[in-house]
């Protein structure tokens, strides 16, 4: 099959948010700091009443009723999360009611978790997939959902939640290019969840930021070397660039880390160019930083400052629009980056994205992280694969717009409901309907052997 990669997409996120600056207010932190120093402005959340498994009904069943889609015509269906209520049964056989009345049963895959990166690690599975001796022909389904709730302190205004499902298959508009893919994973205790009776991270965050940064540097020089490679096989010499990027997408723990991570890729670049032009041009002035090396270089505010300076114009042309749904709606753990990817389909014209290459970094903490790229079709006219993915996804600021805004302290009490209740038998979760989106998936009841009892709104 030619192509494979991503032909829909669809997203999912709780209908009820808090403001940001009104967070501040109320835990009594310096005005400024959520908003302008971390570059969110509100965090979806949700009740009692919506867990991992409604999360992933509702935007799978959306996917494949917006597109029309019969159920016997998947073949494979995973799910990337990092939420778990139960240690055994993976999200995925829960999905599985959905195919029921079809009685389609014959559809591979099943949960992977490592942090935010089970969803990139189910998308490669997927495209492999496709692309195996073991394709029967049919679309594979990925998803990936998340709650991300943090306990009280300075990470919860980092916290969100929401889920993502891609439709995979040949003839994309969004193809997975081939052979361009860079990895780094390693053993770190920067945010990991040991304590399986809290919904809660335990997290060190100074140390999950310079892990992420880490994990970006080498999965940038791999990334390269393996395009400059391909290139060199075909007669190019030259080093690759941000430039050969028309967008950059991030795994996005919280805006501004994504805005470093632009200035963190061109100090990359910086220090891989032979003879970079200080005097002049994008690199003027920064001759001072052209003996340093990168892993002295995490905690450097001076470099992080002359980078970000520098790389403004970049971000804001490469990676800016795909920040709607992450300040808007918060981390949403897996499905992060694929929320950047969403939104920057939402904003761009179909003219901007035909032909070209955007490049995404995956990150989940433990750690394990990917660079890769997607490169868009050709073909934007009316009625193409890409005009129909793009018109699907244009309604996704009013959707955000329509969502209803909750007063801080609501917010703390419910998240003090999900801590008491989360991990109970025999009860029926706290949550009004009307904090629900027609067509939403919740969690109805949950009975006196665990066993969760769903239904739609
Ligand atoms: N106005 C403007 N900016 C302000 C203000 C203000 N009044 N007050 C503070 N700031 C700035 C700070 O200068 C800082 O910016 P800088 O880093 O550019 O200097 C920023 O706001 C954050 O302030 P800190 O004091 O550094 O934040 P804090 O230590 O309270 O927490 C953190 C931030 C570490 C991100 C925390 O929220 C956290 O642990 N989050 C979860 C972990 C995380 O998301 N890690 C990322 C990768 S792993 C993953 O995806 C889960």
Request: proline share 5%; aromatic share 10%; with cysteine.
């Amino acid at each position: 099959p030619k192509d494979v990669g991503i032909l829909a997409l669809e997203v999912y996120f709780p209908a009820q948010y808090v403001e940001q600056a009104e967070l501040e207010r109320y835990d009594g932190v310096e005005a400024g700091k959520y908003t302008r120093g971390l570059g969110q402005q509100q965090m979806g959340f949700c009740a009692a009443h919506e867990d991992i498994n409604s999360l992933c009904l509702t935007v799978v069943q959306r996917l494949v009723e917006r597109g029309r889609l019969s159920w016997d015509a998947i073949g494979r269906l995973e799910v990337g999360t990092e939420t778990v209520i139960d240690k055994s049964k993976a999200v995925k056989t829960v999905l599985m009611e959905l195919f029921r009345d079809s009685g389609n049963s014959d559809v591979e895959g099943i949960d992977t978790t490592n942090a935010c990166y089970g969803g990139t690690a189910s998308l490669f599975n997927a495209a492999a997939w496709v692309e195996s001796s073991a394709w029967d022909g049919r679309y594979a389904v990925v998803v990936c959902g998340d709650i991300a709730v943090y306990a009280t302190g300075n990470a919860r205004p980092t916290g969100g939640a929401g889920a993502i499902a891609m439709l995979v298959g040949p003839n994309a508009p969004l193809v997975l290019e081939r052979g361009l893919r860079g990895t780094h994973m390693e053993h770190a205790y920067d945010f990991y969840k040991p304590d399986l009776a809290s919904e809660y991270p335990v997290v060190d965050g100074p140390l999950s930021i310079q892990c992420y940064l880490r994990a970006l540097d080498r999965c940038y020089a791999v990334y390269r070397r393996k395009a400059e490679s391909q290139w060199q096989q075909a007669g190019i010499h030259r080093p690759f660039t941000l430039d050969d990027f028309k967008f950059i997408i991030f795994h996005t723990p919280f805006c501004k880390l994504v805005q470093k991570s632009v200035g963190r890729l061109l100090l990359n670049d910086f220090l891989a160019a032979p003879n970079p032009d200080t005097a002049s041009g994008l690199y003027k002035g920064l001759q001072p930083f052209r003996g340093v090396k990168l892993e002295d270089t995490y905690t450097s505010k001076e470099v992080e400052k002359a980078f970000q300076a520098a790389s403004q114009e970049i971000f804001n042309q490469k990676t800016k629009p795909s920040l709607l749904l992450s300040s808007r709606n918060g981390n949403m753990y897996t499905p992060s980056m694929y929320g950047c990817l969403a939104s920057l389909l939402a904003q761009c014209s179909a003219q901007d994205l035909a032909g070209s290459r955007i490049g995404a970094f995956s990150y989940g903490s433990g750690l394990a992280a990917s660079m890769f790229s997607l490169r868009v079709s050709q073909d934007a006219a009316p009625g193409s694969p890409l005009d129909k993915l793009l018109s699907s996804l244009a309604d996704l600021p009013t959707r955000l717009d329509a969502r209803k805004r909750v007063a801080p302290q609501d917010f703390a009490e419910i998240m003090k409901r999900r801590e008491e209740t989360h991990h109970l038998a025999n009860h029926t979760p706290h949550g009004s309907h009307t904090d629900l989106f027609p067509g939403t998936w919740y969690l109805e009841r949950v009975d006196d052997k665990y066993r969760r009892q769903y239904a739609r709104k």
